[in-house]
């Protein structure tokens, strides 16, 4: 059973350009999560969507970031107009489902390194 | 020892020695942490969790240590090995409506001279 997995595992982009970051869940998973990831800081939450739904996108800046997780294929994480702070490791996570009872465990993607000339 | 500063807390220790790992998290409410290991280049890696109600968890080798009080979390290794190098982080979450978003620490890198 393949983990997430995530591509490309690095992408070089031109400022102004775009990012487009690829996340398959885990088989049986239909909860995704984008982090990003700074260079010596933790993880911080981006986006939670379910398929074909954006459930929260509170840590997910309003301009030139997008997210969706379509029925057939993979999450996407779009980023327009790429700027140098934008330069970061970007980490997918998948779960089975959410409950408001338990926790489900979130596993990691391998993480998109992005690098903004 | 352990320093804390502008950069990435780190602790050095010798092979064979036990590790702690210390965390201060954020939220009083939440109830669920997790400690992870991320190696470099990789993503992290699921260790260890603990809920609200416990004090203490033990699994092969590690243990974890919450005191509420204080809101404090600590990740003890027994016997640390080389292999156990890497960057380790704390992560908390609470179960009350939103339980998926996770809450990360800054990290601290454990160093393991053979």
């Known amino acids: 059973n393949a983990g997430v997995m995530q591509n490309p595992r690095h992408l070089v982009r031109r400022r102004g350009q775009e990012a487009r970051l690829r996340c398959s869940p885990m088989?049986?998973?239909?909860?995704v999560y984008w982090y990003r990831q700074l260079p010596e800081e933790g993880l911080k939450f981006m986006v939670y969507?379910?398929?074909?739904?954006?459930?929260?996108e509170s840590g997910m800046p309003k301009e030139r970031f997008s997210a969706e997780f379509p029925k057939e294929g993979p999450s996407i994480l779009r980023i327009q107009q790429v700027v140098r702070g934008d330069s970061a490791a970007y980490f997918c996570?998948?779960?089975?489902?959410?409950?408001?009872?338990?926790?489900?465990?979130?596993?990691f993607g391998p993480g998109t390194r992005l690098t903004v000339l | 020892g352990e320093s804390v500063g502008l950069h990435l807390p780190t602790l050095s220790v010798q092979e064979g020695d036990n590790s702690i790992i210390n965390c201060a998290y954020s939220n009083s409410a939440s109830d669920y942490f997790i400690w992870y290991k991320q190696e470099s280049g990789k993503g992290p890696q699921f260790i260890i969790d603990?809920?609200?109600?416990?004090d203490k968890r033990q699994g092969q080798r590690v243990t974890v240590l919450l005191n509420k009080t204080v809101k404090h979390l600590s990740l003890q290794i027994a016997a640390t090995q080389p292999g156990d190098s890497a960057v380790y982080f704390c992560?908390?979450?609470?179960?009350?409506?939103?339980?998926?978003?996770?809450?990360f620490g800054k990290g601290t890198l454990l160093t393991v001279n053979p």
């Open positions: 969507l379910q398929k074909e739904n954006i459930i929260d």
């Open positions: 088989k049986g998973h239909s909860h």
């Open positions: 996570a998948s779960s089975l489902r959410t409950s408001g009872i338990s926790y489900n465990e979130q596993f």
């Open positions: 992560a908390e979450t609470y179960s009350g409506g939103s339980n998926y978003k996770l809450t």
């Open positions: 603990i809920r609200s109600n416990m």
